[in-house]
């Protein structure tokens, strides 16, 4: 099935985790969730894979620590922290398979940001023979790239409201 990661912007922390147990593409008044600008990805993690494009992005070369994302959700405080704590931990506690949420650093945002529009196709090129890519079959229907404008949108919608990017994700 894989897992799905939501990006988002929000203007702060407080803002980026209300009502965290729902999805960020999903608004629903009702019950307090707000509308959020959301870019709806499958496989793609922060740390790694979209921490390749960031890379590419900013023609750096990639290291595991390029997007270091702080957690926000669960909060880390509460976080079990003995081998007897985890497995106490009922069922579906957000520890053991989520929803969390991360926030990303303004150096990942503004590295995406600042692709000029001209380099897109071949950023998304780049970013498409990763890896962690391989299984997938030719990207005939140009998902890469839409994917890619999709986020590099987004880095600077963040930036012209100076916000950050934040990753919500399930197991």
């Not at 702060?12 to 147990?21: F, G, H, K, L």
């Not at 007897?84 to 009922?90: I, K, Q, S």
Request: charged share 25%.
């Amino acid at each position: 099935m894989g897992v799905f990661y939501e990006y988002y912007r929000a203007a702060d922390r407080a803002a980026a985790t209300v009502q965290p147990e729902h999805f960020r593409e999903v608004t629903d008044a009702s019950r307090g969730v707000p509308e959020f600008d959301v870019v709806v990805t499958k496989w793609i993690d922060p740390q790694v894979v979209l921490g390749q494009l960031v890379a590419f992005a900013g023609q750096v070369d990639y290291s595991v620590g390029l997007v270091e994302t702080v957690v926000l959700y669960p909060p880390p405080e509460g976080a079990p922290r003995s081998d007897e704590e985890w497995d106490a931990l009922p069922e579906d506690s957000p520890y053991l398979e989520g929803p969390a949420i991360m926030e990303l650093p303004a150096q990942a945002r503004d590295m995406l940001a600042d692709v000029d529009d001209a380099r897109l196709p071949t950023l998304a090129e780049q970013w498409a023979a990763i890896e962690e890519f391989s299984h997938f079959t030719d990207d005939d229907d140009g998902y890469m790239l839409s994917l890619t404008k999709d986020l590099v949108g987004l880095a600077r919608r963040a930036r012209e409201n100076d916000q950050l990017l934040y990753c919500w994700f399930c197991l």
